[in-house]
Structures are given as C-alpha cells and as structure tokens.
Nanobody, 116 residues
Framework: QVQPVESGGGLVQAGGSLRLSCAATGSIISGNAMGWFRQAPGKQRELVATITSGGSTGYADSVKGRFGISRDNAKNTMYLQMNNLKPDDTAVYYC??????????WGQGTQVTVSS
C-alpha cells in the first residue's frame, strides 16, 4: 500500500495551535478506524487520537480537550487540530490505520516542535 503523507507541522510557541493533515489512499482510510500517532525522541510511538469510519473519536489523556481529530472520507483525508500546545507535544506525528493488520507502511511524518 502507498504510504500516508502527513503535513502541517512546524515550530510553534507553547499555547499555540497547528493543524495537521493526512492524505491517504482509499485502501488505507476507507472503512478503517484511523489514528494520529506521535513519536518523541527516545520514546516509543504512541497513539494520541482515533476516529472511526463513522466519526466517533477517542483521545489519549495527555491531549484530551486540546486536540481534535476529523476526517473527510470523500477526500481520503484526515486532520488533527492541535490547540494549547505544550513542549511535551514535541514529536514527529504520523497517521495510519489503528488496526495493525490494516496499516500501510509508515510515512515520513511531520515534525511538531513546541518551544517554551
């Protein structure tokens, strides 16, 4: 499968906002629960937000109330609105299917750096 393509990262001050985008092929996103993952230096990749094909969402406690995940099934695109960013949010962010068996190879990710 073609890798997802993440974009929208950057350098932002604490308290700022960013909106990430994920472009994926229909074979990855169609009908699948999708997620945003992140990997900070020296840490394992973690799942921070999920969205089902029907639009139900879930969040890690660390981002709940600050991040919002959404998807546009017609465009095979997913988004992550990140508000009130904190230095601990600094990581490379990736998108992929939640289910391991439905995942494509990991893309390049998009770097988010939050300065204090």
């Amino acid at each position: 499968q073609v890798q997802p393509v993440e974009s929208g990262g950057g350098l932002v001050q604490a308290g700022g906002s960013l909106r990430l985008s994920c472009a994926a092929t229909g074979s990855i996103i169609s009908g699948n629960a999708m997620g945003w993952f992140r990997q900070a230096p020296g840490k394992q990749r973690e799942l921070v937000a999920t969205i089902t094909s029907g639009g139900s969402t879930g969040y890690a406690d660390s981002v709940k109330g600050r991040f919002g995940i959404s998807r546009d099934n017609a465009k095979n695109t997913m988004y992550l609105q990140m508000n009130n960013l904190k230095p601990d949010d600094t990581a490379v962010y990736y998108c992929n299917a939640v289910s391991v068996g439905r995942r494509a190879d990991w893309g390049q990710g998009t770097q988010v750096t939050v300065s204090s």
